[in-house]
Each structure stands twice: as C-alpha cells, then as structure tokens.
C-alpha cells in the first residue's frame, strides 16, 4: 500500500520558494504520497514568497500559513478540498487565489487580512453551510472580487454573506 506523510515544515526556513512535492522518497526507499500541509506548518514565516502544492496535497491544516506577510503567490494542487482555520490568516500580500473544483471545507478566518487579495477564483461547486466556518469569509477587503461557479452564484452569495463576507463584496 502507499505511505501518505504529511508535510510539516520547509527543511530550509529561509527559502523564498517552497515546492511541496506529490510524492517524497524516504532513506530507505520507500515512496510516500504528500497528501497534507501540518498545522502551522509556515506560521509566520517572513521569508516566504511562493508555493506550490503538489497534486496528492489534501488538506491544509490550521495556520498552515498563518502571518505569512510576504507570501504573494500560492498554487494549490488540483485535488486540495480542505483549507484549515486561518490557514492564510495575515498573508498581507496574496493577491489571488484559486481554489480547485474539490474544496468541500473552508475553515473560520481563513482568509482574514488578506487586504491585498483582489480575486478569489473558486471553482468548487460543493460548499455548503456546513462545511464553510462561521467567519470563512470574514476581514477580506472591500474590492475582493469572489469568482464561483456560474450555477452557484446565486447561492454562494447568499452563503458567502452569511459567513462573513461584506456586502460591497462582489461574487459572479
């Protein structure tokens, strides 16, 4: 069977760059899949500019990069549902992101003080009011433009609103 392991810190914690793999090699051969980032696994992390996740990567954990101020660019693998409570809570300088067709869960303040974050492309058609946190859409600025899925637009504005997003907040 495959091995998953999750990832719980950048071996190098001065990198500006951080590729997190679909799948590693351990020393004695073995291949294990990467299927999670670990709770605050880049918390505060000022060094960081950009990361990519790696196919296999499932879930985000809490904090994952909470008060990454640097953090500008971040590539979420295709098969990403889960984003942890504040996982990009304080990332001052994200300006988009995009969050792939199998999102299902959203956690409480996951984007809050994102206050550079001008688009949100979502393309998942399955959140629900269950699997989005109470604030999941909280402190995000007034020009956040969040882009859904165009048979949900109706819906996730009435659910995005209820989860924190301001009015002025356009969703199409």
Do not use: W
């Not at 904090?63 to 953090?71: D, E, T």
């Not at 990009?88 to 956690?107: A, D, E, Y």
């Not at 996730?156 to 969703?171: H, I």
């Amino acid at each position: 069977g495959t091995v998953c392991v999750e990832y719980a810190e950048s071996a190098n914690t001065r990198a500006a760059s951080v590729s997190i793999p679909a799948k590693i090699k351990t020393d004695d051969g073995v291949i294990c899949k990467v299927t999670s980032v670990s709770k605050g696994a880049f918390q505060n992390n000022k060094n960081l500019k950009k990361v990519v996740l790696g196919s296999n990567v499932k879930t985000m954990g809490d904090k994952a990069f909470y008060g990454c101020k640097n953090l500008g660019t971040v590539t979420l693998g295709k098969n990403v549902s889960s984003i942890g409570t504040s996982a990009f809570m304080g990332c001052t300088k994200l300006k988009s992101l995009c969050l792939p067709s199998k999102v299902t869960q959203i956690g409480s303040n996951a984007f809050y003080g994102c206050k550079a974050l001008k688009k949100l492309d979502i393309k998942s058609a399955k959140l629900t009011a269950r699997s989005l946190g109470k604030k999941a859409f909280r402190g995000l600025p007034e020009r956040t433009v969040i882009q859904v899925p165009k048979s949900k637009v109706r819906a996730y504005k009435k659910l995005f609103r209820q989860r924190g997003l301001g009015s002025r907040n356009k969703v199409r």
